[in-house]
């Protein structure tokens, strides 16, 4: 029998000890994958590092920069202020008699120059009136040759010698005095209308010459008043005459005896 404090059987020895596993890598395994992270991340840090770096030192072949211009001078302005103006004028300061009103300017209406018309003025100053018409004598008159007839009719003979004159007619016309009563001779010769000469040119041309070559006795016939001269038409009238004179002063040739 074996008690208690019997040693156990022979074959009943302790259990040896339990012997370490002989594959190491039960135990550091863990730790090998660590460093070996930490290494492959060192790595591409150091790689990316490398790649910028070759970037930035690659030369670059683009467009050259265009050059810096140096700035503008600095410009000095000046602010000034701007006055404010005046506010209406307080009754309690001062009576109404201090108080300026301002004067409202009127703007200047434009002035309108109108267009400047050369109008020709007709000259009619040697046309007669129907009072020193109905004051003449007419050629034929007992008054118009001077107190008588025969060869001495001066009248008559100076208004044949108008109408047989044909240039007479045509300075008429040229004159715009056909069928109009002309003062032709008042102690001067009268220019007509817009004539450069006086007395319508062949009309006094003809005048002169009928009395030049008549009888110095009639030339020298007093005469008083106007004495109308007619071309056949009738209408077309010459006026010759003043209060007193001489067919001699058409000539402008002046007798001594009055």
């Not at 059987?9 to 370490?20: D, F, I, Q, S, V």
């Not at 000034?80 to 301002?102: M, N, Y």
């Not at 409202?104 to 109108?114: G, R």
Request: glycine residues 12%; negative net charge.
């Amino acid at each position: 029998m074996s008690g208690t404090g019997s040693h156990p059987p022979e074959g009943e020895h302790e259990r040896p000890a339990l012997r370490e596993d002989p594959n190491p890598a039960s135990e550091t395994g863990p730790v090998w994958v660590r460093r070996r992270d930490r290494v492959l991340g060192w790595l591409f840090t150091a790689g990316a590092h490398l790649a910028l770096i070759a970037i930035w030192l690659w030369p670059h072949t683009g467009r050259p920069h265009p050059p810096v211009e140096p700035p503008l001078p600095p410009i000095q302005v000046s602010l000034l202020s701007s006055p404010k103006p005046p506010g209406p004028a307080s009754p309690e300061v001062g009576g109404h008699d201090d108080v300026l009103e301002p004067t409202l300017v009127q703007p200047a209406k434009p002035v309108v120059t109108p267009p400047v018309v050369n109008v020709a003025v007709v000259d009619n100053s040697d046309l007669l009136s129907q009072s020193q018409i109905a004051g003449a004598s007419s050629a034929g008159d007992d008054g118009a040759g001077g107190g008588g007839g025969g060869s001495c009719d001066m009248a008559r003979a100076v208004q044949k010698a108008l109408r047989r004159d044909p240039l007479v007619r045509a300075a008429v016309e040229d004159a715009n005095r056909l069928g109009k009563s002309v003062m032709l001779w008042n102690g001067d010769w009268v220019r007509s209308g817009g004539q450069e000469g006086k007395g319508l040119s062949a009309v006094r041309e003809a005048i002169m010459w009928e009395v030049a070559f008549v009888p110095a006795a009639c030339r020298n016939q007093r005469m008083h008043g106007l004495v109308l001269l007619s071309l056949e038409d009738g209408a077309t009238r010459f006026a010759i005459g003043s209060d007193e004179w001489r067919w001699s002063d058409l000539l402008g040739v002046r007798s001594t005896s009055r």
